[in-house]
């Protein structure tokens, strides 16, 4: 598609001897919007930080356009940054807050109004210019970082969880804003974020990290469907995460019984982790199931019912519009491009069973971003 | 309801100390010792300007220093981490669990004619100076006392400055020193206008520093206000007079500051 921007090269960063990122190998299209999506302290915002000039790897290379600008300090990058926290100037009416970077550029006055005033009707903040950053909503303040990081046209804009301290609905309008934002002006946005549906709304590449190692990387739809290990696909979505056998090619192996796949390429006999999603099995009566379960808990969820279903001890998630009570049998059928068959990896066995499910519940909830979480 | 409760003590301690006596120094002022009212005293302060001259020049001169001193020393305390912050919070803080008294008296030893620089000077065959006793002992004094009211206000500033937003400004293309006039400094100015307040007012009406390093040539108005109540001088109503004026010229001043650091946020007024 189009040109390459910025390479980070075997980048490794350790605090003593905690290792944050551990032999990063990036590339960065120009123009693209590119999500680093991961846990707290997976190494997503160190990345950023690299890339804005603000931390240098301990070892390994950040090529900017080709060139290498691992010592070139942040206020002479050509890239702009979004915080978390607005990080607005308190001190500076809106105005001056958008102008700041174009007056230190020594942007002519009538200019630097002009910039300005697009710039805040870009976010739709125009006429905003005169009041105090502590006379807005948290949103208005974060279009206004937005508004002064793009007034100066960088070539690329960096964005730390922009969005983390806004409430839900809130966070959907920006999310469609932004995207719309990065198609008006045609820069690459390189967003950080912890939340998988945000990546998955607004990226055209996300990134998914752990651990300081980058676990896959691909278009939304790539990461949703062919998930490649245990780790992304419990990541994003609801993944339920089996043990199996690949006895063949198109032949997957699970609870002793064959069924048939579309995955290929696996080692005879080889033992796999097999993803089914929630939402791709059907429940049927008890006689016409590939496996047949009990039901142990329902939660209405509004669109569909959320059941969990006991199959010999280890339980899945099904998300079906079809009620069954709890203690029911029920029988259940999955479409050969149901399956999803991955490779073993040290994630392997430890993600994708719902015997704990309300807890995990609760922990998403509690999954509400905190301040600097990595640092 | 509770929390008004609360609050009565409080107003209780402020209307026994703090507004009668204002209320006695105001009736003191504009009376005579037959306390028939007059202004007399207000009319006659004018063969005081020298002293209420030297007593604001020393006190802005002292003020001017600590900033100088005390700025640099916040700014680099503030961006410090550990231990060496430690270090030298304590060296700030130690001299004021000192009796007052005794710290400037120890100047004294240090500064006198026979004391410690001088036989110092001599020891290596320098010639003796005049330290005590002169205007620059008294600002030296006041310096060396009121500094950690300079320092910790702008420290605290300064420290809590969130550290992304000097990131937000490097990253708008600010170079240090930019970062350092546009956002640091004027982000810090509340505590530089507190640490003002807090050193100017308690040297403007000091007495003890001019008394004992200034050696009574150097007369300012603490002095004049305590020969008025304590001194052979005794006239306690010409001693508010002056208290009083003092008091509304120290408070002009502070509006004045206020005027400046608006929407900085407030000095406090002491």
């Known amino acids: ?375 | 309801m509770k929390s008004k409760g609360i609050a009565i003590p409080y107003v209780v301690w402020m209307a026994v100390f703090v507004v009668a006596p204002l209320v006695v120094v105001v009736v003191y002022a504009f009376t005579n010792r037959d306390w028939s009212v007059t202004l007399d005293h207000f009319t006659t302060l004018g063969q005081y300007a020298g002293v209420f001259g030297r007593s604001f020049l020393l006190a802005f001169v002292a003020t001017i220093v600590c900033i100088l001193i005390g700025y640099p020393l916040a700014y680099f305390l503030a961006r410090e981490r550990g231990r060496l912050r430690g270090m030298a919070m304590l060296l700030i803080m130690l001299p004021m669990w000192m009796n007052f008294l005794l710290r400037t008296y120890s100047w004294v030893f240090l500064l006198e004619r026979n004391g410690f620089f001088n036989n110092l000077l001599s020891a290596i065959g320098l010639p003796k100076l005049d330290i005590i006793n002169t205007s620059g002992a008294v600002v030296l004094g006041m310096v060396y006392n009121f500094l950690p009211f300079m320092v910790l206000p702008i420290f605290s500033v300064i420290e809590k400055i969130d550290p992304r937003v000097i990131e937000a400004a490097q990253d708008l293309g600010a170079d240090s020193a930019t970062v350092f006039r546009r956002i640091t400094f004027p982000l810090s100015l509340p505590g530089v206008l507190s640490g003002i307040t807090m050193v100017f007012i308690p040297s403007v009406s000091t007495f003890v520093i001019s008394r004992l390093l200034g050696g009574g040539k150097t007369l300012l108005l603490g002095d004049l206000i305590e020969m008025q109540f304590l001194g052979s001088a005794y006239n306690p109503h010409l001693g508010s007079a002056i208290s009083l004026v003092m008091m509304v010229i120290v408070l002009i001043c502070m509006g004045v500051m206020n005027r400046f650091g608006e929407g900085e946020g407030e000095a406090v007024l002491l």
């Open chain 1, 1 to 375: 598609m189009s040109k390459e921007l910025i390479r980070l090269s075997d980048c490794v960063v350790k605090y003593d001897d905690d290792i944050i990122l551990d032999h990063l190998n990036l590339y960065i299209n120009d123009k693209e919007f590119l999500t680093l999506l991961g846990p707290s302290g997976c190494g997503k915002t160190t990345t950023l930080r690299i890339i804005g000039g603000f931390q240098k790897p301990t070892s390994g290379d950040v090529f900017f356009d080709g060139l290498r600008i691992n010592d070139v300090p942040p206020h002479k990058r050509k890239v702009n940054t979004v915080f978390q926290k607005y990080a607005l100037f308190t001190h500076m009416n809106i105005f001056e807050n958008v102008a700041f970077g174009l007056r230190i550029a020594k942007v002519p006055e009538p200019e630097i109004r002009t910039r300005v005033e697009e710039a805040l009707a870009l976010v739709n903040l125009a006429g905003y210019g005169k009041r105090s950053v502590n006379s807005l909503s948290g949103g208005q303040q974060q279009r206004v970082a937005i508004a002064r990081a793009i007034v100066n046209r960088p070539q690329v804009l960096l964005l730390d969880e922009p969005l983390g301290a806004l409430d839900l609905k809130l966070r959907k309008d920006m999310q469609i804003e932004l995207k719309r934002i990065q198609q008006q002006v045609g820069i690459t946005f390189i967003y950080v974020t912890h939340d998988q549906e945000e990546a998955l709304t607004m990226s055209d590449t996300v990134v998914v990290m752990d651990k300081g190692n980058i676990q896959q990387i691909g278009t939304p739809e790539d990461i949703y469907n062919e998930p490649k290990n245990a780790f992304v696909a419990d990541f994003i979505g609801e993944s339920n995460i089996i043990d199996g056998i690949m006895y063949e090619d198109k032949i997957v192996g699970m609870y002793g019984k064959k069924f048939p796949c579309l995955d290929s390429g696996f080692s005879p006999n080889e033992p796999v982790d097999v993803v089914i999603r929630p939402e791709d099995i059907d429940i049927v009566p008890v006689e016409q199931g590939q496996l047949t379960g009990t039901v142990t808990e329902v939660t209405f969820k509004g669109m569909h019912y959320d059941i969990i279903v006991d199959f010999r001890g280890f339980k899945w998630l099904i998300q079906t519009t079809d009620f069954s009570p709890v203690g029911s049998r029920i029988g259940v059928k999955i479409d050969p491009d149901g399956f999803h068959v991955m490779k073993k990896s040290r994630y392997s066995g430890m993600f994708g069973d719902y015997s704990s499910y309300s807890e995990e519940y609760d922990e998403l909830n509690e999954d509400t971003p905190e301040g600097s979480d990595e640092e």
